[in-house]
């Protein structure tokens, strides 16, 4: 019987480990396509609105109300510029990996983005693999075709609403958003809607999709903040478990706005 050589197995487990990061790597790509599509398709400028009945309305005037500002909040904004923080932490085999890197954005609309690392430290590998392959995918997604497949849109998901919640104090009605199809670039869970700005404010939620055989759970958990009369993302905490041991964890810190935009025009009324 033929034994295998000492070489061979390292070399395995190397190419076990290379194909497990470019699996993380292609994972929080679509994370990050996904969640960085819904927060800023919800960017929302803050209306002057009739004070809201005791009673919420109904589930369909949520929804209605909701994408309706969408297409409005989406008009106004002409430009922003911000700062992030991406941390990222690998723990399993051989060893913890971690990386830093704090990126400039620049958005002009429509749909053009424009990233730049102003400093990066720590596991060149994870710079490499998930920080830059989650911008590049990032600006990827921002064309039409991407944006209308993961809009959270009754064409992609079915809405169901489950009661009143806050978030940082404010009101929000929470919402069960449940994907009508199996597709990695859509999420399974809740989210928080702002009662006075129709914003989408919190997303907790998990992807539609396994992205990877790798994975064998995955979970987000993003906030937007207010900033002016805008909202924001201002936080991202996304979590992943690898099958043959080990997880994973990307955390994103958002601040530094600035903006410029029209004034909001909608269709959609007052509730």
């Known amino acids: 019987m033929l034994l295998a050589s ?15 990061f470019n699996e993380i790597c292609l994972h929080y790509s679509g994370i990050l396509a ?4 819904a927060l800023f398709f919800f960017l929302s400028l803050t209306l002057t609105c ?23 909040r989406s008009a106004a904004l002409q430009a922003y510029q911000g700062t992030r923080t991406y941390e990222v932490s690998y723990k399993g085999f051989p060893k913890t990996l971690t990386a830093k890197a704090v990126v400039k954005i620049d958005f002009n609309a429509p749909d053009k983005k424009q ?11 994870l710079v490499n693999r998930v920080i830059k392959k989650a911008l590049e995918g990032e600006a990827e997604a921002a064309t039409p075709e991407f944006r209308q497949r993961s809009a959270l849109s009754e064409a992609n998901y079915s809405f169901r609403f489950i009661g009143k919640d806050a978030e940082n104090g404010r009101p929000c009605y929470l919402l069960q958003v449940s994907p009508k199809r199996e597709d990695k670039y859509l999420y399974d869970g809740r989210v928080c809607v702002d009662t006075s700005d129709f914003a989408v404010v919190r997303v907790d939620a998990k992807p539609a999709k396994n992205p990877s055989f790798w994975i064998s759970k995955a979970h987000i958990d993003s906030h937007n903040g207010k ?45």
């Open 6 to 20: 000492p070489e061979l197995s390292i070399s395995s487990k190397i190419n076990s480990r290379e194909q497990i």
């Open 50 to 72: 009739a004070t809201m009945a005791s009673n919420p309305p109904s589930e369909q005037e949520i929804i209605t109300r909701m994408l309706a500002m969408n297409d409005a």
């Open 34 to 37: 996904v969640t960085m599509r």
């Open 227 to 271: 900033v002016g009369q805008f909202w924001f993302p201002a936080l991202l905490r996304s979590t992943s478990h690898v099958r043959l041991g080990g997880d994973a964890e990307l955390n994103i810190d958002y601040g530094n706005y600035q903006v410029s935009a029209n004034a909001v025009r909608s269709s959609a009324g007052t509730p």
């Open 115 to 125: 990233f730049t690392i102003v400093s990066e430290e720590g596991s060149k590998l």
